[in-house]
């Protein structure tokens, strides 16, 4: 079964800095996604982020950019010039891509972020 | 932009009541999810469901759970006789072919009395 950890339960940024969450996995698959989402207290849930196995590129949505080391199964999150809108949980997750798993994405516990003004 | 809907966004039931969440996944999605959050925990997945079944279930999803999709619209998740411990957010999602794009709905809070 597929696992994922997020060894920070806690994090801080001043405004405008950058900050980086971890985030590792244990999977015997090859083909994979692997998602970033934001969950302010309102608890929606926000994708803010999604790497793409077999993609060798780390992708990049704005101020938020992935460090993707397959090899090492490490998936972390850099959040630059940080705002105080960007205060919230944020969970790492994984997904098969293949077989009859659609959808059925394995969570991490969450790091909560607070941004200090 | 499209989006998943859930119904209602706050839901207080008695212990030993049946409830029913509803969500209206997004049109022309093909795969419906249901996952739960409790308070203060990690997201976890309880079913999903294509073709009018069932394709995967974990362990949480015992036989006091079930889901349906009643029309070619609606997406529901029964509860037929609530625990204090099924005290949850319950969110509703769903996708195209893949799993590289799953949307979620807002939640449901589900507090048992």
């Known amino acids: 079964a597929q696992t994922v950890t997020q060894s920070q339960p806690e994090m801080s940024v001043q405004e405008a800095e950058t900050v980086t969450l971890s985030c590792t996995y244990d999977t015997s698959e090859s083909d994979y996604y692997l998602f970033w989402y934001k969950q302010p207290p309102s608890r929606q849930m926000i994708l803010v982020i999604r790497?793409?196995?077999?993609?060798?590129q780390n992708a990049t949505e704005n101020r938020f950019s992935v460090n993707f080391q397959k090899a090492a199964k490490s998936f972390s999150l850099k959040i630059s010039d940080s705002q105080l809108g960007d205060a919230a949980m944020y969970f790492c997750?994984?997904?098969?891509?293949?077989?009859?798993?659609?959808?059925?994405?394995?969570f991490g516990q969450g790091t909560i972020l607070t941004v200090h003004p | 932009e499209p989006e998943v809907t859930q119904t209602p966004s706050h839901q207080v039931t008695q212990m030993g009541q049946e409830v029913i969440l509803r969500c209206v996944p997004i049109?022309?999605?093909?795969?419906f999810y249901w996952y739960r959050q409790i308070l203060g925990q990690k997201v976890e997945f309880l079913v999903s469901f294509y073709n009018n079944e069932i394709s995967e279930k974990s362990e949480i999803f015992d036989d006091q759970f079930s889901v349906e999709r009643p029309d070619g619209s609606n997406f529901t998740l029964k509860i037929r006789s609530t625990k204090l411990e099924d005290s949850a957010m319950y969110f509703c999602?769903?996708?195209?072919?893949?799993?590289?794009?799953?949307?979620f709905g807002d939640g449901t809070r589900l507090s048992i009395l």
């Open positions: 790497q793409e196995a077999y993609k060798q």
């Open positions: 997750a994984y997904n098969h891509a293949g077989g009859t798993s659609y959808g059925k994405l394995t």
């Open positions: 999602a769903s996708s195209g072919t893949g799993g590289k794009n799953i949307d």
């Open positions: 049109s022309n999605h093909l795969y």
